[in-house]
């Protein structure tokens, strides 16, 4: 019975984690409908109906459809002469169909509802994955179950886990394509593996060109691993050739823009990508207006406001154990010693890529989302080093054997410290510093839980400790204006009448969220008239007018509605002051 009961035991905390991921999806589904829109997302689902109109043209004759589905299609921009062609869509492919289904006449708040939902289940798949990478990695110890509450506690994923339908998705694919690329290293002899990752890869990479440094990275790990196991030249070549086919026509195959031209296709969405000029924008960071020509230590500088403090302790403790492990070159830990350095040079590599190669980016760091899938491994990686060390230290000396002279063989006094028959120690020192360990942790964790509860839905402008005080003179906040979804609301709620004029300082994605009967109450201003009222997100006014015309604005307004995170305000509501004397 006690060995049924440990067995059962052992399973349980082997596959804790999908516990938690489990009651992660049964939450979000929860809280999905609290979140608003960002100003892109209306612009991804155009991308992609027009690509789905190019490839669903080649197979079905539209002018057959009904005449819902024909007019509809007829107003959709020819994938040739659509700016945003570069874009791939294949993750979006499936929400189409289900609009076609359906001729097209999902309400907007239904359709990006769909879309949310759709995001958010492909987030908790890509924790599935994350979480048997850590496992594998980290069979013993609670390294996989932090590493996987950890994923989950990060604010600014946890809410954007919802609506980012671009980098947030990106993320998940990337995590998906790197658990692939690694079960793919551990049996390169296997072509199932090799079409899974493949496949994987192709997905990530149709979603942002990124997605081809993981598989990059795998051609290099297996030129090497093949080098060191001696095996003949003919057969590495072979095998890359044939990953890298397998790759790149799949790739082809789901991104419709390459279809006449892969070649050239694939090049100019790659400098597409890294000189991206089609939007002149301007951002506020470190207190400054600058352009998308970033400096180079605005990812660090990112990331160092924005990730929780501890995540960045255990990163560097990570990094350090990490690195001496692989100096000195266990051979049996090989595969160990692979995981830990695959995940440092995706993190390293690609971080001084995006300084030495100088990508245009904006609106935080959010072109670098995928970067925290090898630093949280490499957090997880900084807590098993801990909970070794606890482990290891926390155990006596060994008692010294008897004298070989002895007649008798007395009896070895039992040990305090003797270990338990599942190997760890029983010692009151051990247990001491576990207890210390684990609430030092779960109280963190805890802390940012209670931070997300108390800030929902608006975790998105998560700073650490550190950063907080300084967030709103330095950093962008709300950026996206989710949060004007709530502000628009509390209008329509305060002022009943059946026409408000409003203007928006930032964008006006709420309005694709909004019901008819909504949007039937809210008119734009006539020129030269001032309206009933104004919404403000964060700094984005200060992309819209001079500061003396902002000041003179804001002084004939009086603001009656705000949302404040930490004290720093994301959105506000302005009401014009002669509104109650009917002269504007």
């Not at 979000?28 to 892109?40: A, R, S």
Request: hydrophobic share 45%; proline share 5%.
């Amino acid at each position: 019975m006690e060995k049924v009961i440990r067995k059962i035991s052992n399973q349980c905390r082997h596959n804790s984690g999908f516990v938690l991921i489990a009651l992660y999806i049964a939450i979000g589904l929860f809280v999905i409908k609290d979140y608003g829109v960002h100003f892109d997302e209306p612009t991804e689902r155009y991308t992609s109906l027009v690509q789905y109109k190019y490839v669903m043209g080649k197979v079905m004759d539209f002018s057959k459809s009904n005449d819902d589905v024909k007019n509809f299609i007829e107003e959709i921009s020819e994938l040739s002469d659509y700016p945003d062609r570069f874009y791939g869509t294949a993750l979006h492919f499936p929400l189409v169909i289900i609009e076609h289904i359906n001729d097209f006449k999902i309400l907007p708040p239904q359709i990006y509802l769909m879309r949310h939902i759709y995001n958010f289940l492909n987030y908790a798949l890509g924790a599935c994955c994350f979480f048997l990478i850590l496992r594998r990695r980290y069979p013993k110890g609670p390294a996989a179950f932090f590493g996987i509450l950890m994923y989950f506690l990060y604010p600014r994923f946890f809410a954007e886990s919802f609506y980012n339908n671009k980098d947030i998705l990106f993320f998940s694919w990337y995590v998906i394509s790197v658990f692939f690329a690694l079960n793919y290293l551990e049996k390169p002899d296997s072509m199932i593996r090799m079409f899974l990752f493949a496949a994987a890869a192709a997905i990530c990479t149709n979603t942002r060109i990124l997605g081809i440094s993981v598989i990059t990275l795998v051609i290099v790990y297996l030129t090497v691993l093949h080098i060191k196991e001696k095996k003949p030249a003919i057969r590495i070549f072979s095998r890359c050739i044939f990953l890298s086919l397998s790759f790149i026509g799949g790739y082809i195959l789901i991104s419709p823009y390459t279809w006449e031209s892969p070649v050239q296709a694939i090049i100019d969405t790659f400098f597409h990508f890294l000189h991206y000029a089609k939007w002149d924008y301007t951002q506020f960071y470190l207190g400054e207006m600058i352009s998308a020509n970033v400096p180079w230590h605005y990812i660090p500088v990112w990331m160092g406001a924005t990730v929780p403090v501890l995540y960045q302790v255990l990163f560097t403790v990570g990094n350090v154990a990490a690195a001496a492990a692989i100096i000195k070159k266990n051979e049996e830990k090989q595969f160990d010693l692979m995981y830990d350095s695959f995940f440092m040079c995706l993190f390293f590599l690609s971080l001084l890529g995006f300084i030495g190669l100088r990508v245009r980016m904006y609106n935080g760091w959010r072109h670098a989302y995928f970067l925290f899938c090898p630093f949280l491994y490499l957090a997880a990686r900084g807590l098993y080093q801990i909970y070794r060390v606890i482990m290891k230290y926390s155990l006596p000396l060994p008692l010294p054997l008897p004298k070989p002279d002895s007649v008798s063989k007395p009896s070895r006094p039992k040990s305090p410290y003797a270990r338990k028959p599942d190997g760890k120690p029983s010692s009151s020192k051990f247990k001491i510093v576990s207890i210390l360990f684990y609430s030092l942790f779960l109280g963190y964790m805890a802390a940012l839980g209670l931070w997300i509860i108390q800030n929902h839905p608006y975790q998105y402008v998560y700073f650490n400790k550190l950063a907080r005080p300084y967030a709103a003179d330095n950093f962008e906040l709300d950026y996206w204006a989710v949060a004007m979804k709530d502000v628009v609301h509390e209008l329509l709620r305060r002022d009943k009448r059946a026409e408000i004029t409003v203007d928006f300082f930032g964008p006006t994605a709420v309005l694709n969220i909004l019901t008819a009967e909504e949007i039937s109450r809210l008119s734009k201003p006539m020129p030269s008239v001032l309206p009933d009222y104004f919404v403000m997100v964060s700094v984005s006014a200060m992309n819209d007018m001079t500061s003396i015309e902002l000041i003179s604005l804001l002084q004939r307004y009086q603001k009656i509605y705000s949302i404040t995170v930490d004290g720093y305000e994301i959105c506000s509501l302005h009401r014009n002051k002669l509104l109650d004397t009917g002269v504007r």
